[in-house]
């Protein structure tokens, strides 16, 4: 089955510099990568997502890259604020059921830390 | 307007007690699930349903079981409670498209609920 390798498990930055986060993962078969952001206290929500058929995404200060022949794919997050403070999931499809992917395996999260 | 809700918020029961969480979308969507988040913040597939039947059962003690009475409300029983089972328990939904319907992949999250067993 899936299985999703998240690195670094914590990362400590200062205001305004970059954060990159790195995920692998294991079925060559899988073609779409999401990143979740929890806030504490919160829920996961989705704030970008990347499909196999492009190397690289960018939304704003996030962007994510994948590739697919080393099968990782990351989180780079630019000009970086004390509310990106959060913990950040990635997760690859392990199923395909009617067209969606109806079973998501998520990395173990990296704790992002923005200090002033 | 919340899209994916659940109740309670925060559960604090003793061990061997039953217990039940609910959980509603009213975003349309056809597949739910609940997932468990452990106190080192891993998240973890539970259960997942489409159309109100069951396509994902993950290998999970069946002290817990899962109910959909349809497509918008999917509630997860707890039997005999253990130490265990404290964690945050997160239902999610999303559009897989089995009904005609594109699906978008996306999984919307609940705020969860903070089971703490002592």
């Known amino acids: 089955g899936e299985n999703v390798e998240q690195h670094p498990s914590t990362l400590s930055v200062q205001e305004g510099d970059s954060a990159v986060i790195k995920c692998t993962y294991s079925?060559?078969?899988?073609?779409?990568f999401p990143w979740y952001k929890q806030e504490l206290g919160k829920r996961p929500q989705l704030i970008i997502d990347?499909?196999?058929?492009?190397g690289e995404k960018k939304d704003q200060r996030i962007a994510v890259t994948l590739n697919k022949t080393a099968k990782h794919f990351s989180l780079h997050i630019t000009e970086t604020q004390p509310e990106d403070s959060a913990v950040y999931f990635c997760?690859?499809?392990?199923?395909?059921?009617?067209?969606?992917?109806?079973?998501?395996?998520f990395g173990a999260g990296t704790r992002l830390a923005v200090h002033p | 307007d919340t899209a994916v809700s659940q109740t309670p918020k925060y559960l604090v029961t003793q061990m061997g007690n039953d217990k039940s969480i609910k959980c509603e979308q009213n975003?349309?969507?056809?597949?739910m699930y609940w997932y468990k988040q452990d106190s080192k913040k891993f998240l973890k597939i539970m259960f997942s349903?489409?159309?109100?039947?069951?396509?994902i059962n993950e290998t999970v003690p069946n002290r817990f079981s899962p109910k959909s009475p349809d497509k918008a409300h999917l509630n997860l029983h707890i039997n005999s409670l253990e130490l265990g089972d404290s964690a945050v328990y997160f239902c999610?939904?999303?559009?897989?498209?089995?009904?005609?319907?594109?699906?978008?992949?996306?999984?919307?999250f609940g705020p969860g609920t903070r089971l703490t067993v002592t």
């Open positions: 079925d060559s078969a899988s073609n779409y």
């Open positions: 999610a939904s999303s559009q897989l498209g089995t009904s005609g319907s594109p699906p978008s992949n996306e999984q919307y």
């Open positions: 997760a690859a499809p392990a199923s395909l059921f009617s067209g969606g992917y109806n079973k998501l395996i």
């Open positions: 349903y489409n159309n109100k039947e069951l396509i």
């Open positions: 975003l349309g969507h056809d597949t």
């Open positions: 990347i499909r196999s058929n492009v």
